[in-house]
């Protein structure tokens, strides 16, 4: 018998890469999802890797009648909990659906998982919790703080499980806190699809470089970085689900709230993420630079010494790979998949 694990918002960009993971480490992915920010291409793309049909039930993690149905008839050991939303502009317009799904939807899950004697989570958190930190890189003991309600989600859900942890002592959860994933899985059959203009450095770029879109905007070129631009920790999205599989392993012996950063520990500007991106594809990525974004800091990368001693993880895949594999998802699906939903 396989052990089961229910993923939340598996038909995502993340999460569909976290069911690959998982069958590719011999455990049984159940999928709830209710197309929010997806559809059945990712299930159908994950059926064309594994060969098999992914379990899926569509429904809302607000839904808590819907819930009770999947852990009764499911015998789930572990929750990763990728479903949200995550467009901090967005959740500047529209704050109170963010808390809805974000906290709200968090809040039905974990109760769910209590009526059902589940105790123990894998939950989506991000580098966004450290907010404009100074000091970098940041370690999981830096200060938290939020700069957009997308953050204050992050961070009141990751309150809530504190909480949790401290009521109960058999709960376990590996808040993870993600820093900026791209790439996609080799196949080029799953990846990232945002829908309308991407708000995110690697989905416009990948549009650039196909022509659908002109020129990047970058925004800044005088932080005091190494060539004025913004620099973050880009994680292929390969590399971060593993950290998820990894995080399993370590709750079945650890109990309470573990803080995580999933980050490669390297600072890497726009500018050579533009320039890496050239070199993969062989297409001229033009740009322009800009004002600043506001609310953007100058630089955002993790210390992954805490991943590396508590999962004995760590992100190996390179900068040129992340790049080759937008590339290669971006030529044969987003673009056709763009194009379906214009
Ligand atoms: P995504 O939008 O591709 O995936 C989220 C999935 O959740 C979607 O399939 C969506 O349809 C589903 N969903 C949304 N609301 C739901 C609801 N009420 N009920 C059921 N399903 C619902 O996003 P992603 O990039 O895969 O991100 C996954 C998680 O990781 C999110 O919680 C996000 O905040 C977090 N995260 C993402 C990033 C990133 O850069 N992508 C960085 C840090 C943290
Ligand atoms: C953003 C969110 C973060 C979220 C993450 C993934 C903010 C402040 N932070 O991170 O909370 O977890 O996305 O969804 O929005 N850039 C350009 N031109 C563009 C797009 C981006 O120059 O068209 C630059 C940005 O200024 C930044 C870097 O590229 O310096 C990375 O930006 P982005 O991909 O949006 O990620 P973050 O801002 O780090």
Redesign the pocket.
């Known amino acids: 018998m396989k052990e089961t694990i229910l993923v939340?918002?598996?038909?995502?960009?993340?999460?569909s890469h976290a069911c690959l993971a998982l069958a590719e480490a011999g455990y049984e992915a159940v999928i709830?999802?209710?197309?929010?920010?997806?559809d059945r291409s990712s299930l159908d793309a994950l059926q064309l890797i594994t060969g098999a049909a992914p379990i899926f039930l569509e429904?809302?993690?607000?839904d808590a009648a819907f819930l009770d149905s999947v852990f009764a008839r499911f015998r789930i050991s572990t929750v990763m909990?990728?479903?949200?939303?995550?467009a901090v502009g967005e959740s500047v317009a529209i704050p109170l659906e963010y808390y809805e799904?974000?906290v709200g939807?968090t809040l039905e899950v974990l109760k769910a998982m209590q009526r059902a004697g589940v105790r123990s989570i894998i939950f989506?958190?991000?580098?966004?919790v450290y907010g404009d930190c100074k000091v970098q890189p940041v370690t999981e003991a830096s200060p938290r703080s939020a700069t957009n309600p997308?953050g204050q989600t992050?961070l009141v859900v990751e309150y809530m499980l504190e909480d949790l942890c401290g009521s109960d002592p058999e709960f376990g959860v590996a808040s993870l806190r993600?820093f900026?994933?791209v790439g996609a899985h080799k196949s080029g059959v799953i990846g990232?699809n945002p829908r309308g203009v991407p708000a995110?450095l690697m989905p416009f770029v990948a549009q650039v470089a196909t022509g659908q879109r002109p020129y990047l905007n970058v925004f800044g070129s005088d932080y005091e970085t190494v060539d004025g631009t913004g620099v973050r920790d880009f994680i292929h999205v390969v590399d971060l689900v593993e950290g998820h599989v990894a995080a399993l392993k370590y709750l079945k012996s650890h109990k309470g709230f573990t803080p995580i950063n999933l980050g490669v520990g390297r600072g890497v500007s726009v500018l050579e993420m533009v320039a890496a991106f050239e070199a993969v594809s062989g297409r001229k990525v033009e740009y322009r630079l800009c004002d600043r974004r506001p609310g953007d800091v100058a630089a955002s990368y993790a210390d992954p010494a805490n991943a590396n001693a508590l999962l004995g993880w760590r992100a190996v895949r390179s900068v040129e790979e992340m790049c080759a594999d937008t590339w290669r998802w971006q030529q044969h699906h987003a673009a056709r998949n763009a194009a379906a939903q214009a």
């Open positions: 939340t918002g598996g038909a995502g960009y993340i999460g709830i999802d209710n197309f929010a920010n997806s429904g809302d993690i607000r909990h990728f479903a949200g939303l995550k799904v974000n939807g989506s958190s991000s580098a966004t997308y992050k993600y900026n994933p990232e995110n």
